[in-house]
C-alpha cells in the first residue's frame, strides 16, 4: 500500500452516526469538502480526510489500513473483533464519544416466560451480531441456534423463524411494538474512536495524538453543565450532598438577603429533571443549569 502522509478517518455515510460524527470533527476544528461522489471528504485546513461508507465496514477498512482511525458503534467494533478478519485482534477503542448510546439485549415474547439465561437452552435466536451472541451464549453455557438476520430481527418471533431475538435497544419502543421484553443486557454501546492498537510512527501518529487532545477537551465541555441556584445557609449542606459529581462548588453572597447564598457548580454531565427536583425539595430555588461553550481551566 502507498505510504500516505494525511490522516483518514472512516466514518457513516448516512445514518444514526453521521450528524452527530461530523459535529464533533467540526467542533475539533476540523472541516470538510465533499466529493461530488459523497464518499469522500478532503479535510480543508489540517491534514485530515474523511472516507463515507456503511458502518459494517468501517472496522475492516481500519484493519486494512486502509483508513487510520474510524468512528463506529463499539457494537460494530466488538462483532468484528470476535471474528477472524485479518488484523480484527489489534483494532482498539482509543476513546468512547458519548454518542449512538444503546444496548444489545436478548428480548423474548412478553408472554413468555423467562427467568434466566440457562431458559433460552434449545432455542432460536435471531441476531445481526452472531458473534457476540455466539460469545455470551458460551459464557452462560446455554446451547441454542443462532439465525443470523440483516435487518429487522425484531419481527423474526411473530413470523415465527425465531423463538427470541438478540437485538440493538435504545428506548425499547421497538421492542414495544413488537410484543417483545428486554431479558439479558449482553453490551452497553456508544460510537468510538477505533484504530490499531499502534500509532503511526509518522506524523499521522502526532496528528492522531493532537486529535485525542482536542477530543478530550471538547467532548468534556459538552458533557459539561453550570448549575446555578439559591439556597439558604441552613439548607446548605443537604443541597451540596445532592449536586451531580464536579469539583467544589462556589459561594456567593446575595445582596440584601444575609441568610441566603447563591451557589455555582460546574456538573460532569446531564442535570436531570428527578435530580433538580431532589435538590428543590432539600431547600433549592431559582434554579438553572446552562450548557457550557468554552473552558480554560
Ligand atoms: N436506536 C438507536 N439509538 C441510538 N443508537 C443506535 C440505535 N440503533 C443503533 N444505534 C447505533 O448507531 C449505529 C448505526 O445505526 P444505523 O441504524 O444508522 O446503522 P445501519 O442501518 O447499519 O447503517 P449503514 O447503512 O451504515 O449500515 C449502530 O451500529 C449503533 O451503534
Ligand atoms: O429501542 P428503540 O429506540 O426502538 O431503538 C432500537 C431500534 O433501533 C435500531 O433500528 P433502526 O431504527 O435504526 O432501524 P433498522 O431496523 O433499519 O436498523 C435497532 O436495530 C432497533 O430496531
Ligand atoms: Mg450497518
Known amino acids: 500500500m502507498k505510504p500516505r502522509d494525511r490522516l483518514r478517518i472512516a466514518m457513516q455515510k448516512s445514518g444514526r452516526l453521521t450528524e452527530p460524527a461530523l459535529d464533533l470533527l467540526n467542533r475539533c476544528g476540523l472541516s470538510f469538502r465533499q466529493s461530488r461522489d459523497k464518499l469522500f471528504c478532503f479535510g480543508e485546513g489540517e491534514p485530515v480526510d474523511l472516507l463515507l461508507v456503511r458502518d459494517d465496514d468501517i472496522p475492516g477498512l481500519i484493519a486494512q489500513g486502509v483508513c487510520d482511525l474510524g468512528i463506529v458503534g463499539r457494537n460494530v467494533l466488538n462483532e468484528f473483533k470476535g471474528g477472524a478478519g485479518d488484523g480484527a485482534a489489534t483494532l482498539t477503542e482509543w476513546r468512547p ?7 444489545l439485549s436478548i428480548a423474548v415474547p412478553q408472554e413468555m416466560p423467562y427467568g434466566e439465561p440457562k431458559d433460552l437452552h434449545g432455542l432460536r435466536i ?13 459464557e452462560q453455557g446455554v446451547d441454542a441456534t443462532i439465525l443470523t438476520l440483516a435487518g429487522s430481527v425484531e419481527i423474526a418471533p411473530k413470523l415465527g423463524t425465531a423463538d427470541v431475538i438478540c437485538d440493538l435497544v435504545q428506548s425499547g419502543g421497538t421492542l414495544v411494538a413488537n410484543q417483545l421484553r428486554e431479558t439479558a443486557v449482553l453490551l452497553q ?24 487532545k482536542r477530543l478530550e477537551g471538547v467532548i468534556q465541555v459538552r458533557e459539561s453543565r453550570l448549575l446555578l441556584l439559591q439556597t439558604s445557609r441552613n439548607a446548605l449542606e443537604a443541597v451540596t450532598r445532592l449536586l451531580p459529581g464536579g469539583p467544589q462548588p462556589t459561594l456567593l453572597p446575595v445582596a440584601g438577603q444575609p441568610d441566603q447564598l447563591m451557589l455555582q457548580a460546574l456538573c460532569a454531565g446531564e442535570v436531570s429533571w428527578r435530580q433538580l427536583e431532589e435538590i428543590k425539595k432539600a431547600g433549592a430555588r431559582e434554579m438553572f443549569v ?3 461553550e468554552k473552558m480554560l481551566a
Do not use: K
Request: aromatic content about 6%; some cysteine; hydrophobic content about 45%.
Open 97 to 103: 464519544l458519548g454518542f449512538g448510546r444503546c444496548r
Open 290 to 292: 446552562l450548557p457550557v
Open 126 to 138: 435471531a441476531t445481526s451480531y452472531p458473534g457476540l451472541l455466539a460469545a455470551w451464549l458460551r
Open 189 to 212: 454501546s456508544e460510537a468510538v474512536l477505533a484504530g490499531p492498537e499502534a500509532l503511526p510512527t509518522d506524523e499521522r501518529g502526532d496528528m492522531i495524538e493532537l486529535l485525542l
